[in-house]
């Protein structure tokens, strides 16, 4: 078993849609997690940052932490054409460098 | 635009060739991280810099050489590559202790290895 796992899609929504992406994790000690999106042939962009369970909302963009769970989600509200990309998952615990990812989940917004 | 600076944004070589990927930051960050992506992959971790000191390298070949000459600067040399180490190689950089974890990632060096 993966310590996490992302559905890698790829997922087909209409313009205008929210968009759920989600992930899930095995080890218990993940206190940092991250949403990055990554558009093809660049560099991960850091979309959203939370520290421990909660929500946070930044713009059209909503994340949410169940540590309970052991599951993250990230929320596209009216998605756009320009919303197309891969977005990864990554966390990590509170002693660590190492940031562990998601397979990532490529999205696709149709006009 | 990303704070963290890469160049070249890419590069082809030869297996004999020595070549150099750089990578700089202005955020004050402590940790800076080299990273290989291969096509719908996610990235891997290969070497972390924490204040200018090699605290991990994940198993990678000698033929890859990282540097940190200063807080700012991370370098990744580059020697006898092969075919397969062609790939999206990026860089990132991070705040240490605390409650900040967030890693900031550049643009990515695409390096082809003939």
């Known amino acids: 078993q993966k310590e996490v796992e992302q559905d890698p899609g790829p997922l087909s929504v209409p313009e205008g849609a929210i968009v759920s992406l989600n992930c899930t994790y095995s080890?218990?000690?993940?206190?940092?997690f991250m949403w990055y999106r990554q558009y093809s042939r660049k560099g991960p962009e850091l979309l959203m940052y939370t520290y421990s369970s909660g929500n946070k909302e930044d713009g059209r963009f909503t994340a949410q932490v169940d540590k309970s769970s052991k599951y993250i989600s990230l929320f596209i509200r009216d998605s756009q054409p320009s919303d197309s990309a891969t977005y990864l998952c990554a966390m990590r615990d509170g002693t660590a460098s190492k940031l562990t990812f998601g397979t990532g989940t490529r999205l696709q917004v149709t006009l | 635009d990303t704070e963290v600076t890469q160049t070249p944004k890419h590069l082809v070589m030869g297996m004999t060739n020595k070549k150099s990927l750089k990578c700089e930051q202005h955020m004050g960050h402590r940790a800076m991280y080299w990273y290989k992506q291969k096509a719908k992959k996610p990235p891997e971790l290969m070497f972390v810099y924490s204040y200018e000191k090699l605290s991990i390298n994940e198993s990678v070949p000698s033929r890859f050489s990282p540097e940190c000459p200063n807080s700012s600067l991370l370098n990744l040399h580059l020697h006898a590559l092969q075919p397969e180490d062609s790939a999206l190689y990026l860089c990132a950089s991070s705040h240490l202790g605390g409650n900040t974890g967030e890693l900031f990632f550049g643009e990515g060096s695409r390096l082809t290895v003939l």
């Open positions: 080890n218990s000690a993940f206190q940092y």
